[in-house]
């Protein structure tokens, strides 16, 4: 059979469960029996035993950690301290407030890896004083936009989830995420700084060093969490499920016994959500990898590889970029990534692209699918919390969807930019 030939059903039956609004990992799951039964011509034992052999896979045990260490944090003060206190850091720059949003949700990132328990944690905290001081929509499109930052910033749950899929490092992907990270937050900050004017009617605030220790004491807790996970895996003493682990544990610790923010009837509650969400993370895995299996089986890479034989280094990571985009708009970034990361993987190692920069690629572009209408989950999240219209908020967000796109555009061919820390701590 041809690529065509192959695809296009393919392709319709995920349009067409997805319209019919059946869960993500459904229509994936759908489309892999297709391509077991009807073009591998193989049995339903394969994709049973495929659905429960990817489960095994000891790299996802980092999820859950990450996912409680993330809602413990959302059902504590640990967000709010650590808001805090870059608000006394910057109030004195001009869009301080905004950057500080900007800043703590790239180390809130680098804490939960959850772009939605950062729009969740950062919209209730941040809101009402953004709207207050530079209005509405800027207040919508920085809390939306910035909580995919934790998609970018390491330990990135999106990061795991291509490690598996193409069983790249995941510790070398973390390093490769860090510098890209951290350039989106510096261009967005600057971003902001042009675009904040000052607000006649709140007076200008001065730096204090005062308040800013006073905050600085109080956020301790929560700064040493980025301490333990990177530091950890950085080091080279802690595996990234190590060290998913201990930030569980650590945050538990410091918000049950010490800060004693949780009361012991909310425990079960924060549970049951990361539970539920590590669920889902790990059927959409599961479907995924069965999905992955029979277009090898059907030699869907091979056919992928031979149909972008022609094109060079440019062509194909701007192809990729589209296609990154478009998928973003549309499906779940773990769905997106254990889809065509595998399929795409050999064409980009035929021209010479390295894993590890592909994967900083596939994170960075659908990490703008998260905000990015008509599906992006932090847009429903803002929705479910501020209570805001979806047009209202898809508007706020037009000028960062550009910014994020600029600098994924960067990030794709200044390939440096993901390869330094890697090649320097290999």
Wanted: proline share 6%; net charge positive; aromatic share 8%.
């Amino acid at each position: 059979m041809s690529l065509l030939e192959i695809l296009i059903p393919v392709v319709l039956i995920l349009i067409v469960l997805s319209l019919l609004k059946c869960p993500i990992y459904v229509s994936i799951l759908a489309s892999a029996i297709y391509l077991q039964v009807f073009v591998n011509n193989m049995s339903l034992t394969n994709v049973f035993t495929g659905f429960f052999e990817a489960m095994t896979k000891n790299s996802l045990m980092a999820v859950p950690y990450f996912m409680v260490a993330g809602s413990i944090i959302a059902a504590s003060s640990l967000g709010t301290r650590l808001i805090n206190v870059f608000i006394e850091l910057f109030k004195a720059v001009r869009g301080g407030l905004p950057i500080a949003c900007v800043v703590a949700n790239g180390i809130f990132g680098a804490i939960s890896g959850s772009g939605p328990a950062a729009t969740a944690v950062f919209g209730k905290i941040c809101h009402e004083p953004l709207a207050k001081r530079h209005g509405e929509k800027l207040a919508l499109g920085v809390i939306v936009s910035s909580a995919s930052l934790s998609t970018v910033i390491p330990p990135s749950i999106s990061m795991i989830i291509y490690g598996v899929a193409t069983e790249t490092s995941i510790t070398k992907l973390f390093l490769a995420g860090f510098i890209p990270g951290v350039f989106i937050v510096l261009i967005v900050s600057i971003y902001l700084i042009i675009v904040c004017k000052p607000n006649p009617d709140i007076p200008v605030e001065k730096f204090s060093g005062k308040a800013f220790g006073k905050a600085l004491w109080k956020s301790i807790p929560v700064l040493i969490l980025p301490v333990i996970v990177l530091g950890g895996v950085y080091s080279g003493l802690c595996s990234p499920t190590e060290s998913g682990a201990l930030a569980a544990i650590y945050s538990f610790i410091v918000a049950v016994f010490i800060l004693r923010d949780i009361k012991p009837n909310r425990i079960i509650p924060v549970f049951k959500d990361s539970a539920r969400t590590t669920a889902q993370v790990f059927l959409l895995i599961a479907t995924s990898t069965v999905f992955s299996q029979a277009a090898t089986i059907a030699q869907l890479p091979a056919k992928l590889s031979a149909a972008f034989a022609s094109m060079g280094q440019v062509q194909f990571l701007l192809m990729l970029n589209i296609l990154l985009l478009i998928m973003g708009c549309f499906f779940d970034t773990g769905a997106a990534i254990l889809i065509l990361a595998p399929m795409l993987l050999p064409t980009a190692l035929a021209l010479n692209i390295e894993p590890l920069h592909l994967g900083i690629v596939f994170v960075t572009n659908l990490a703008v699918g998260l905000f990015t209408p008509p599906f992006g989950l932090n847009i429903f999240v803002a929705q479910s919390v501020l209570k805001r219209p979806m047009g209202l908020i898809s508007k706020s967000l037009v000028p960062y969807i550009i910014i994020y796109i600029a600098c994924v555009l960067v990030i794709t061919y200044v390939p440096q930019m993901s390869m330094i820390l890697p090649n320097l701590l290999a």
